[in-house]
C-alpha cells in the first residue's frame, strides 16, 4: 500500500507540469465535490446500516437493500449534474474544453462505483482487509497512470483525460471485487469460512416467498443515518462547497490550494493519524469511561499522565519541527513537486501557513483522543452539540476569511477551529487531572534552549532562502538545503539533551514496535 502510494505521488507530481491551475481546480474541486457528494449522500447511510450488528443475518434482504444505492445514486447524479451544469459558473471554453462532458463522466463514475456495493460491504462485514487494500490501489494506480499517458499524448483533451481516468478508475474498482468474489464463491476456503453467500446470483437482487424484500430494521436504520448524512457531509466537504457555491475563489486559486492542501495532510495522515488511533484505544483500556480520576486506580492514571504528557510532548515538537523549518523551505518543495505553476503566487504562503496549521492538528490529535477516550456518553452528546455550532461557526469564517485573505483565508479559518476544540480539550483534561498530583499539560512546554535553537534555526533558514532560493540555480538550491538540514542537525542534537525522558519513550514505544516487525 505504501508503494502504491509512492508511485501515484510520483505521477500526480509529473503530471502537474503539463496542466495549467484552472483545469487542475475544476477537477479536483469542482468535479470531484460532484463525484463525492453523489457518492456520500447514496451509500454512507446505507453502508452504516449494514455494518450494523453481527454478520449472522439474512444477507439476501440485506443484498437487496444495498442495491436500493444504484437508483439512489442515478437520482443525485441526475440531479446535483443539472446543478453543476446550469446553477454553477462554467468555466471558460478555452481555458477549461469539456466541462459539460465532464460533470457527465464524473457522475457516471459515481454510478459504477454504487455497482460494487454489495459486494464492499459483504467484504467489510468478512474482514476482507487485503482485498480493498489491493482493488483500491490498482484503480487509484491504473487511474494516474492513464491520466499521465493521456496529458502527455494528448493534452488538448482537457477535461476528456479526466473524465475517461475517472471511469477507468470506477470500473476497476468493481471489477476487483466481482473477479475476487467470483472466484472465492463455491471455493473450499468459502466453504470452511462457513461464508454466507455460495454464488454469484445470491449477490444480485432477489424475491424471497411469503418475505419482505428488505430487512425493515436495517431500512429504518437507514434511513435514520440518512438523514444525518446531508449535514456530516456538508461539514466534511465544507471548504470545497464554500468554494463552488460562492465564488470566493477563481479556479486557478482553487487548484493551488487543493494541491496544497493535500501536500500538508500528507503529515497528518501518515504520522499524526496512527498515534492518534493507537493511543485512543490505550487510552480507552487503561482508564474506564466516565469515572472521574480519583475512583480509577491509581497506577492505571499515573500510567496515563505519564503517556499523554510524553505524547503531548512528542507531537508539539513534531509540529513545531514543521511549522519552523517548513516555513523557509516551502517554495522550494513546491517547486520541486510541481514546477513554477505551485512555487509562484500563492502557493508557498499557502504551504507555509499550512506548516503552522500542522501544528494545530498536532496537538487536537492527542488531546481530543485522551478526551474521547474519557467521555461517558452525556459529555459526547455535548461536545457534538458544540462541534455542529461550531463546525456552522467555521463555514461563516471561512467565507469571510476568504473574501478578505484569498484562500490563505481557508488556512487561518481552520487553524481557528482546531484552535477552539485544542481549548475544549485542554480544559477537559485540565479538570481531569485537578484533583490529583499529575500535570501531564506540562507536556505542552518544551525546554527553553530547545525554543531558543528553534528560534535561531527560523532565523538562519529564514535568510537563506532570501539569499540563495529559489531563482538563483541548483548550487545555490544545494547551499539552501545545507542549512536547513545543519540547522535541523542541531534541532535533533538539542532535542536528545534536553528531552532525555522523551527519547526513552520514542525508543520503548516505537523503535522496539518497528525492531519486532523487523524480526
Not at 419482505?212 to 470545497?240: D, H, M, P, Y
Not at 484569498?406 to 477551529?417: E, K, R, T, V
Not at 542537525?489 to 516487525?517: D, N, P
Request: aromatic fraction near 16%; hydrophobic fraction near 50%; charged fraction near 15%.
Amino acid at each position: 500500500q505504501v508503494l502504491f502510494r509512492v508511485v501515484t505521488f510520483g505521477l500526480n507530481a509529473f503530471t502537474l507540469r503539463y496542466l495549467s491551475r484552472e483545469l487542475i481546480g475544476v477537477v479536483n474541486v469542482r468535479l470531484t465535490l460532484l463525484y463525492s457528494t453523489v457518492v456520500f449522500l447514496a451509500r454512507e447511510a446505507f453502508r452504516r446500516a449494514c455494518l450494523s450488528g453481527s454478520t449472522k443475518r439474512n444477507w439476501t434482504k440485506t443484498i437487496n437493500l444495498l442495491w436500493l444505492t444504484v437508483p439512489l445514486g442515478v437520482f443525485w447524479s441526475v440531479f446535483l449534474g443539472l446543478v453543476w451544469l446550469h446553477l454553477l459558473e462554467v468555466p471558460d471554453p478555452s481555458v477549461v474544453p469539456h466541462y459539460q462532458a465532464g460533470v457527465v463522466a464524473f457522475g457516471l463514475s459515481a454510478i459504477i462505483e454504487l455497482l460494487g456495493e454489495p459486494f464492499w460491504v459483504l467484504a467489510q462485514a468478512h474482514l476482507f482487509v487485503r482485498l480493498k487494500v489491493i482493488a483500491e490501489s490498482l484503480s487509484v494506480v491504473s487511474k494516474c497512470t492513464l491520466t499521465v499517458i493521456l496529458v502527455v499524448l494528448y493534452p488538448q483533451w482537457g477535461l476528456y483525460i479526466f473524465s475517461l481516468a475517472q471511469l477507468l478508475y470506477a470500473s476497476v474498482l468493481v471489477m476487483c471485487y466481482v473477479i475476487y468474489f467470483v472466484m472465492f464463491l463455491g471455493s473450499p476456503e468459502a466453504t470452511k469460512k462457513s461464508f454466507p453467500v455460495s454464488r454469484m446470483k445470491a449477490l444480485l437482487p432477489n424475491l424471497v416467498e411469503d418475505e419482505t424484500f428488505v430487512n425493515w430494521k436495517e431500512a429504518r436504520l437507514t434511513w435514520s443515518f440518512f438523514k444525518q448524512s446531508f449535514l456530516k457531509q456538508i461539514l466534511t466537504e465544507g471548504e470545497r462547497y464554500v468554494m463552488t457555491f460562492l465564488n470566493v475563489l477563481n479556479f486557478g486559486d482553487q487548484g493551488v490550494y487543493d494541491i496544497v492542501n493535500n501536500l500538508g495532510s500528507l503529515v497528518a495522515r501518515f504520522i499524526f493519524l496512527p498515534i492518534e488511533e493507537s493511543f485512543y484505544v490505550f487510552f480507552a483500556k487503561v482508564l474506564e469511561r466516565g469515572k472521574n480520576v480519583k475512583d480509577q486506580k491509581q497506577d492505571d492514571v499515573t500510567m496515563a499522565a505519564n503517556v499523554l504528557e510524553l505524547l503531548l510532548k512528542l507531537v508539539l515538537l513534531i509540529g513545531l519541527t514543521i511549522t519552523v523549518f517548513g516555513y523557509a523551505y516551502s517554495q522550494l518543495a513546491l517547486d520541486i513537486y510541481g514546477g513554477s505553476m505551485l512555487s509562484s503566487g500563492t502557493g508557498p504562503d499557502l504551504l507555509r501557513c499550512y506548516s503552522l496549521y500542522v501544528l494545530f492538528l498536532a496537538i487536537n490529535g492527542v488531546t481530543e483522543c485522551f478526551t474521547f477516550a474519557l467521555m461517558c456518553k452525556e459529555e459526547v452528546d455535548r461536545y457534538n452539540f458544540v462541534m455542529l455550532a461550531l463546525s456552522f461557526t467555521f463555514l461563516c469564517i471561512s467565507y469571510f476569511l476568504t473574501y478578505w485573505h484569498g484562500s490563505i483565508g481557508f488556512i487561518l479559518a481552520n487553524c481557528f477551529n482546531m484552535g477552539i476544540r485544542i481549548a475544549h480539550s485542554i480544559h477537559y483534561i485540565y479538570d481531569y487531572f485537578k484533583e490529583s498530583t499529575y500535570r501531564p499539560l506540562t507536556g505542552l512546554l518544551p525546554s527553553p534552549f530547545l525554543v531558543l535553537v528553534y528560534i535561531i534555526s527560523g532565523v538562519i533558514t529564514g535568510f537563506s532562502e532570501v539569499f540563495f532560493c529559489c531563482d538563483k540555480g541548483w548550487m545555490a538550491r544545494l547551499i539552501h538545503i545545507s542549512m536547513g538540514a545543519l540547522c535541523f542537525a542541531a534541532t535533533i542534537v538539542t532535542m536528545f539533551c534536553t528531552e532525555t525522558k522523551l527519547i526513552h519513550f520514542v525508543r520503548s514505544q516505537f523503535l522496539s514496535r518497528y525492531m519486532k516487525k523487523g524480526t
